[in-house]
């Protein structure tokens, strides 16, 4: 390799998720700000871009039962966020939150808030779940079906941003400060008013998206200036990665300027066999015999509580129709039989019982290995056009970081691929190399 490319991190505090190791006595909180403070802290240290907060709305059900691992909950994003913005100076700080059941005014000045709060850290992960469980909890019930989600996700978009440009700048000045009227019309809202805080100071904050059809992608190619996504191989990546910047260069975008980062998990030993032994045992503590027969259960849309995680796949066909097992987020399956046929290539494949199918089914990026391997493992990635860099994922909160910052990202600063110290006084946009959105208004005054 002769180019090394600069790679982007964020780092990716769990969710409610079956990538966490409770059994570990390391494992702490996801409630405590503690764990939080010191999950930021660790990825500053390690002169990560961001920190990524998912959003759950509802702790997912199956059978009835709160899903086993997902017991811990979730705080809300934003005040954690700010709270974030209190004990970091550089640290970008990026939150999914929905626009199927909020109101872009809230959001609107909510993140202009966040990003004044910390001098332009802002990242706003616009996410469309509609699934109606989630919606109970809310106003309006579990409305909207599938195909209008992007729709009312663009036109919530434009509302918030005409709502962050609407101050005027003085003639001659670059800095909207002088409150101005804006007006949104669309099909899903009819607004008009007055803001009351200026222009954020990143002009807009940084916009990802994570969905993966290809109403989401286009919704992406528009809008984001970077996709969170998910996938289990380098050439599913590249495929990816080939096709959102073809769709950002159709939607008349430089595609430079739309990032891709799926999420990533790692283990880092002293040598790689030690690391794929770690990431052997860590396989098996997130996916007991209980959480796969769960998995499963997602794909087969069946309840499969009596079949033995030891031995073969179920020889039943999967329930096609409304998913009735789960409920609340939980990944779509397109086509259930073609899923299924495709977990019982890969068990016959590799001679797999049901638990090792499930483990091995888990579609995300993995770096296992000594840190030079990882090391090289990222920098090659993002060399071939897998992705612009990673979202990572630990196994521990808050301290599974610890031996990426420490032992991996020297490694990454050595090879010219990472930043050796943050540039003063930059914005997250300036972290990412995006550009800063124009739209300023000159005050007729
Ligand atoms: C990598 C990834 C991460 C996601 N994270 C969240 C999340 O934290 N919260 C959420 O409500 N939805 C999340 N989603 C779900 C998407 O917002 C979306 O609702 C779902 O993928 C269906 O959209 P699609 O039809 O475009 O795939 C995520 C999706 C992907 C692919």
Excluded: C
């Amino acid at each position: 390799m002769t180019d090394i490319p600069q790679v982007i991190l964020g780092a990716h505090f769990p969710g409610v998720n079956h990538t966490t190791v409770w059994s570990d006595p390391a494992s702490g909180s996801h409630i405590h700000f503690d764990s939080f403070a010191r999950f930021a802290q660790a990825a500053e240290r390690g002169k990560f871009d961001f920190l990524f907060l998912a959003e759950g709305l509802r702790l997912r059900e199956q059978g009835g039962h709160i899903h086993d691992l997902d017991v811990v909950g979730r705080p809300d994003t934003l005040p954690v966020l700010a709270g974030l913005a209190a004990v970091t100076q550089h640290l970008g700080l990026a939150g999914t939150i929905n626009a199927t059941f909020n109101e872009p005014t809230e959001v609107a000045r909510q993140f202009a808030t966040l990003d004044h709060l910390s001098a332009g850290r802002a990242a706003w992960n616009v996410v469309t779940s509609s699934d109606a469980f989630t919606g109970e909890n809310f106003r309006r019930g579990g409305y909207l079906p599938r195909d209008q989600r992007y729709v009312r996700a663009e036109e919530f978009l434009d509302a918030a941003r005409a709502q962050w440009d609407s101050w005027e700048a003085p003639a001659g000045e670059t800095a909207g400060t002088e409150p101005a009227p804006f007006q949104v019309s669309s099909t899903q809202f009819e607004i008009s008013g007055q803001v009351t805080f200026p222009r954020p100071p990143q002009g807009h904050p940084v916009i990802f998206q994570a969905g993966d059809s290809a109403a989401g992608r286009d919704f992406a190619a528009r809008n984001a200036d970077a996709v969170f996504t998910r996938h289990g191989t380098p050439e599913a990546g590249r495929a990816f990665y080939a096709d959102l910047k073809s769709r950002v260069a159709a939607a008349g975008r430089t595609p430079e300027h739309v990032k891709v980062l799926p999420g990533a998990t790692f283990v880092v030993a002293d040598t790689d066999a030690e690391a794929v032994e770690l990431a052997d045992h860590i396989r098996h503590q997130q996916v007991s015999g209980q959480t796969a027969l769960r998995l499963l259960e997602q794909v087969w849309n069946r309840d499969l509580s009596g079949y033995d995680p030891d031995g073969p796949l179920p020889e039943i066909e999967p329930e096609t129709g409304e998913t009735t097992i789960i409920q609340g987020r939980a990944r779509h399956v397109d086509d259930p039989h073609e899923a299924v046929a495709k977990l019982r290539r890969l068990a016959e494949e590799h001679g797999y019982s049901l638990r090792e199918t499930a483990i091995a089914s888990q579609a995300r990026q993995s770096f296992i290995g000594s840190p030079q391997t990882v090391a090289h493992q990222i920098i090659d990635a993002v060399a071939t056009g897998v992705s612009d860099g990673f979202i990572l994922v630990p196994h521990l909160t808050p301290s599974g970081l610890d031996p990426f910052v420490d032992r991996v990202v020297p490694l990454l600063q050595e090879r010219g691929a990472l930043r050796t110290d943050y540039p003063e006084r930059a914005t997250l946009r300036d972290l990412l190399g995006l550009p800063t959105p124009i739209t300023l208004k000159e005050s007729t005054a």
